[in-house]
């Protein structure tokens, strides 16, 4: 069964650089295998600021969670990193482009769009969830054609990412996590943020 798993992750990840290189998008591919995730940290810092002058409390709980659904994927992806050793593609094949050395399984990216992407949506932004929505495609898919992650990689990632999304989502009336996210709004209030 590994085997299978193992060739099928080989395929995908080595047809879509043969793809890149066909086609010559390896410019965009550079462009768009990390540029999307800006968009996260963006998002957030935008969507605070006018829920504070809106002054918009619960809007702004909403964030704090959004937020600690892409933390929590953060953290998921390190323990596993620090237990699963997977070499890059790169270290098998000729890059694209260079990237510093660390660990491949899973995707960061895959983790942190993928949590964000689907809190955007179960919290009520789906207008942006959808115009987030090919970005996030995009960039995922350019990691594997950038010859950064294997297929699995992002995969995995991007299932970390929506299962914190979902968590945060199921326990946003949580009294304790409320407790927790009405802190943090009344320290940023504090700060007249």
Do not use: C
């Amino acid at each position: 069964m590994l085997e299978i798993i193992w060739q099928i992750n080989k395929y995908v990840t080595f047809h879509s650089v043969n793809l890149v290189r066909k086609f010559h998008l390896e410019k965009f591919i550079w462009i768009m295998a990390d540029l999307p995730i800006f968009f996260v940290p963006t998002f957030l810092v935008a969507a605070w600021i006018y829920y504070a002058v809106k002054k918009d409390n619960e809007r702004k709980k909403d964030l704090i969670f959004m937020f600690f659904s892409v933390v929590w994927a953060i953290l998921t992806n390190l323990i596993i990193q620090h237990l699963v050793v997977e070499n890059r593609p790169e270290t098998f094949i000729q890059p694209i482009l260079d990237h510093l050395p660390d660990a491949s399984f899973p995707s960061d990216h895959a983790a942190v769009s993928f949590a964000f992407l689907t809190s955007l949506y179960l919290f009520g932004y789906k207008k942006t969830f959808w115009i987030y929505l090919p970005f996030v495609v995009l960039m995922n898919a350019s990691r594997i054609a950038w010859w950064v992650h294997w297929f699995f990689d992002v995969l995995v990632g991007a299932f970390i990412g929506i299962f914190w999304a979902f968590v945060f989502k199921k326990f946003r009336k949580n009294e304790l996590l409320d407790k927790v996210a009405n802190f943090f709004v009344k320290l940023a209030s504090y700060f007249k943020l």
